[in-house]
């Protein structure tokens, strides 16, 4: 089975702060990486598909980038209503594996 | 617009069973995969079941062979059938829509699972 990893677990930044969060997988998934915002209280709701490409009216500040095995989720300018925990996942037909999520909080 | 409704969630205790039901509007359940995501307290996101378009059922090994997932097109609902309950059970249960990719999710219905 493919396992996700991501970095850090936590991270304080201020608010216009870039944020970057990192997602490995354990062998080459290509693009098949999608990105995940969880709001506290909330249900996820979904940020970015096949690593890069943004979804219909999430914010630009938003972007995510890699293939392979590594994975970049970038916040370009904190604000405080990104205060939420970001997870990566991957589908490896017919499962959906989950990284273990990034909590962002303001500094 | 798209909408799923989970409802179903409460207090049960170990042993017990449970019937999640995941209502949608906007798409057919037998057009597309619907998963269950679950999230225990304080914890991170579990896939636990999906049935795609053909109607092919998969779980998480955690939860194979005492969950079934099911739909009801003439309903456009999704169960999540849960036997034989287990305190590690006790999580938030979202169900979902896509496939490969969660474009979609409800709000979710907590399944607390104590004696």
């Known amino acids: 089975d493919i396992q996700m990893t991501q970095s850090p677990s936590s991270l304080s930044a201020s608010v216009g702060d870039r944020v970057t969060i990192t997602c490995q997988a354990s062998e080459d998934i290509s693009d098949y990486l999608h990105w995940y915002q969880q709001i506290p209280g909330k249900a996820p709701t979904l940020l970015i598909s096949?690593?890069?490409k943004l979804e219909s009216g999430v914010p630009s500040r938003f972007s995510g980038s890699g293939s392979g095995t590594e994975f970049t989720f970038t916040i370009n300018s904190l604000q405080p209503e990104d205060i939420a925990t970001y997870y990566c996942?991957?589908?490896?037909?017919?499962?959906?594996?989950f990284g273990p999520g990034t909590k962002v909080e303001i500094k | 617009d798209v909408q799923l409704v989970e409802s179903g969630g409460g207090l049960v205790r170990p042993g017990e069973s449970r019937r999640l039901s995941c209502a949608v509007s906007g798409f057919s359940v037998s057009s597309t995969y619907v998963s269950w995501v679950r999230q225990a307290p304080g914890k991170g996101l579990e896939w636990v079941s999906v049935?795609?378009?053909?109607?092919?059922?998969y779980y998480a090994d955690s939860v194979k062979g005492r969950f079934t997932t099911s739909r009801e097109s003439s309903k456009n609902t999704v169960y999540l059938q849960m036997n034989s309950l287990r305190v590690e059970d006790t999580a938030i249960y979202y169900c979902a829509r896509g496939e490969g990719v969660l474009h979609s999710w409800g709000q979710g219905t907590l399944v607390a699972v104590s004696s």
């Open positions: 996942q991957h589908y490896d037909n017919p499962r959906y594996t």
């Open positions: 049935v795609n378009s053909g109607g092919t059922t």
């Open positions: 096949d690593a890069s």
